[in-house]
């Protein structure tokens, strides 16, 4: 593994800030390790071993239910390949990336 679990974990927080999306600090992120992750979700690479990370955030839809971001981080290079907001209607995959500021952004993947 080349990231630990306290490094993914300081990831997802730092793309949490950057979207400006709160999340329910009281319960825990679902972590795990990933292994050989053929084109899942993201339909764009392969990832020999990926951390999968569930982030359970705070209603945000009619339904007044708390929703789940599952974001998907490649091990080998720490970039963030996969994230799903499971809320209000059918996910629309992305991927983030870092921009000249620092800051993370959401890049819609194409089909």
């Known amino acids: 593994m080349n990231h630990t679990e306290a490094e993914i974990i300081a990831i997802v927080k730092k793309l949490m800030a950057d979207l400006d999306i709160e999340y329910l600090e009281d319960i825990p992120f679902e972590i795990r390790v990933l292994k050989?992750?053929?084109?899942?979700?993201?339909?764009?690479i392969d990832m020999e071993t990926a951390w999968g990370v569930g982030v359970s955030v705070p209603s945000a839809d009619w339904r007044d239910e708390d929703g789940t971001i599952a974001i998907t981080i490649?091990?080998?290079?720490?970039?963030?390949?996969?994230?799903?907001?499971?809320?209000?209607?059918?996910?629309?995959p992305c991927c983030?990336?870092?921009?000249?500021?620092?800051?993370?952004?959401?890049i819609p993947i194409g089909n």
């Open 96 to 106: 983030a990336r870092l921009n000249e500021e620092g800051t993370y952004r959401l």
């Open 74 to 92: 490649d091990d080998a290079t720490g970039e963030i390949e996969g994230y799903l907001f499971f809320s209000a209607g059918r996910p629309i």
């Open 36 to 44: 050989d992750r053929k084109k899942s979700y993201t339909k764009r």
